[in-house]
């Protein structure tokens, strides 16, 4: 692609950008915003690549991407659909390959995989991006001895979103496997969201936990007790201390 006085180069990572799809809003969402991905450049360095459907929210580090102002690629408009269902997948040679964006005044956006060459056309959607800061409690979200220090009880989290959690994981030749798994934090309350994150692979997701009556997930059912308990016999405390 030329670049003219009217379009400007940037990067991203390619690969963060089709995994962060994974938790964006889906077509017949009414919020027209959250059916992208957002690009946020950060103070000290590197960008942030956020996607949300309103129930749970992945943030991935790209120490090496640049924007100049905060952008939304649709996944939706444009070659949307096609880039960021080819973008999930591995890396075809570097684990980063770089997405080089330059705008135009339509809000288009001209883009080519600086590894491979492949170009997209997508577009820049044109709204504000929730305030996802206001997911954290502050600098000590994820110290649990500091964040939830008060937090009492249960929660419960969709089957389908913990399914998803293992798909947000970046693909890498060069990570080991035994890294593949999450650090996970409850909020300051069983109504708050909830942290898995992986130092690692520099990424966070938060999910809502579902609305549930606090009497289902407060104590242990009947059933389960009469479950774990059954065949075992009762163990007298001293019994215990001589272990």
């Known amino acids: 692609l030329e670049r003219n006085n009217n379009m400007k180069e940037e990067n991203i990572n390619i690969h963060l950008l089709g995994l962060a799809s994974i938790c964006s809003a889906k077509n017949n969402d009414v919020r027209f915003y959250l059916k992208g991905v957002c690009i946020k450049p950060i103070d000290t360095g590197g960008v942030a690549i956020i996607a949300t459907d309103g129930h749970r929210c ?3 580090f790209d ?3 640049f924007v100049e102002n905060e952008i ?5 408009e444009g070659d949307g659909k096609d880039f960021f269902r080819e973008a ?7 684990d980063r390959e770089p997405l080089v964006v330059m705008h135009d005044k339509e809000g288009w956006l001209n883009t ?6 492949q170009r997209f056309t997508l577009k820049a959607i044109d709204g504000n991006f929730p305030n996802t800061n206001r997911l954290f409690t502050g600098l000590n979200h994820l110290v649990p001895e500091m964040s939830n220090k008060d937090f009492t009880g249960s929660f419960s989290i969709s089957s389908t979103y913990l399914k998803d959690l293992k798909g947000l994981i970046p693909k890498s030749k060069t990570m080991p496997k035994k890294l ?3 650090t996970v934090v409850c909020g300051p309350t069983p109504e708050k969201a909830v942290t898995f994150y992986n130092v690692d692979y520099k990424f966070i997701v938060m999910i809502m936990p ?13 059933w389960a007790v009469d479950m774990l308990g059954y065949g075992l016999e009762e163990v007298e405390l001293e019994e215990v201390e001589n272990l």
């Open 72 to 76: 939304i690629i649709s996944t939706t």
């Open 63 to 65: 120490p090496e991407g």
């Open 210 to 222: 579902l609305n549930v009556e606090k009497e289902k997930v407060s104590q242990l059912p009947d």
């Open 58 to 60: 992945v943030f991935y």
């Open 112 to 117: 080519f995989n600086k590894t491979t060459g």
């Open 180 to 182: 593949d798994g999450f």
């Open 88 to 94: 999930k997948k591995a890396p075809k040679l570097f």
